[in-house]
């Protein structure tokens, strides 16, 4: 299994709490989601149409069709702007098989797609911008964008052979974030 970077803002608060999905609710949100071309990111463990603890990006399916199916649930529209003015994905979870699911609003930046990494990569990569992996758990991004400016920073990617990853990062965290306040994590 791979290593993912990923773009998370755990730190900035958030206006919608979660909300109880019921099983018409979840399946409606999947239907929609899926007739845009969107497909859930199932968590470790779970398998994708069957999932209880998934997150999908919402980003590119306007507001008016998901009022269309889910406009009595003033919670769950509220959740998706959310999501969707601070460019985050939705997280769909489910405690134990006796809850029903709750959706929320992911600390998962959906801006930028995930760098997947195998782990021996993973902990070059963060030797390479100057930390070890167990160190922190995650890195202010305009901590990383100001070790990617540094040239010394491009040489140790190259002399580990990872300047394809190097370009990937430059790229990857060149993202937009607006007000929120992101971290590049790992996992």
Not at 45 to 59: L, Y
Not at 172 to 177: G, P, Q
Request: hydrophobic content about 45%.
């Amino acid at each position: 299994m791979p290593a993912m970077f990923r773009i998370v803002d755990t730190e900035s608060p958030l206006h919608s709490k979660p909300a109880t999905l019921n099983a018409r609710e979840l399946a409606a949100l999947r239907v929609i989601l899926q007739s845009a071309g969107r497909y859930a990111m199932p968590d470790d463990g779970e398998m994708d149409g069957t999932a209880f603890n998934f997150e999908h990006n919402a980003n590119a399916v306007p507001i008016a069709t998901f009022a269309s199916a889910l406009g009595d649930r003033e919670d769950i529209l509220a959740i998706i702007e959310e999501a969707q003015f601070l460019g985050r994905a939705i997280r769909v979870s489910r405690a134990s098989t006796a809850d029903e699911p709750q959706l929320q609003v992911s600390p998962n930046i959906a801006l930028s797609p995930p760098i997947a990494v195998t782990f021996e990569q993973a902990e070059r990569v963060l030797e390479c911008l100057g930390f070890e992996a167990g160190e922190v758990p995650s890195i202010p991004l305009a901590t990383v964008r100001q070790k990617l400016h540094d040239p010394a920073t491009c040489y140790r990617f190259d002399r580990c052979k990872l300047s394809h990853i190097f370009d990937y990062l430059v790229r990857f965290c060149d993202t937009d974030c607006g007000d929120q306040l992101p971290h590049l994590a790992w996992a």
